[in-house]
């Protein structure tokens, strides 16, 4: 798979600096944020379609970042990995295609077969009940590694719990999630 993941890279138009700063400093950052979608969209459209899988591409602008969603073909699972580890890295070469393009850092999100908006609230439901457990004993918990996006996404669960807060520790790829009680 490494080898279709470098011909789709090599395939990905080449940035021209000059058009870059202009549409930076023309446009809004919505508009930015629509070019991200459209360059991200056309990069993961010749994946597929490298990789002859079905499936269809959404572009949205959500919280000001690009989202990017991939739908409806049966082999997408196999796109999303253990644990999303596909899907993070695909996310990241999208990203570096972005920005090979428009000469800025991207954002953008990456969801395929709905894996993301699924785990977003199986994590959601975690970081609440994490939460509610140490408003009612007073003791911390330390929860298991996650990725940067499963860390925010329990972070902004417990926030919505009066009495504790959350912060993380260790390095990455053994960064986690401590809830505690507000002292």
């Given at each position: 798979m490494s080898e279709t993941?470098?011909?789709?890279d090599v395939d990905a138009p080449e940035a021209d600096s000059e058009g870059a700063a202009e549409t930076r400093s023309s446009g809004s950052a919505?508009?930015?944020?629509?070019?991200?979608g459209d360059?991200?969209?056309d990069y993961l459209e010749r994946l597929l379609d490298l990789l002859d899988y079905d499936g269809d591409i959404d572009l949205d602008v959500e919280a000001g970042r690009a989202i990017v969603s991939i739908d409806g073909g049966e082999d997408l699972e196999k796109l999303v990995g253990p644990r999303?580890?596909?899907l993070e890295s695909l996310q990241e070469l999208t990203r570096l295609a972005v920005q090979q393009e428009t000469g800025v850092r991207s954002?953008?999100?990456?969801?395929?077969?709905?894996w993301r908006a699924?785990?977003?609230a199986e994590l959601a439901e975690l970081g609440r009940t994490t939460a509610e457990k140490v408003a009612a004993s007073g003791e911390k918990v330390r929860l298991h590694p996650m990725t940067p996006f499963e860390r925010k996404v329990v972070h902004d669960a417990v926030a919505t719990v009066a009495g504790v807060h959350s912060e993380s520790e260790g390095e990455e790829p053994q960064r986690r999630v401590v809830v505690l009680p507000k002292s």
């Open positions: 993941l470098q011909a789709a919505e508009d930015l944020l629509v070019q991200e360059i991200a969209g999303g580890t596909v954002r953008l999100m990456l969801d395929i077969a709905g699924g785990r977003r």
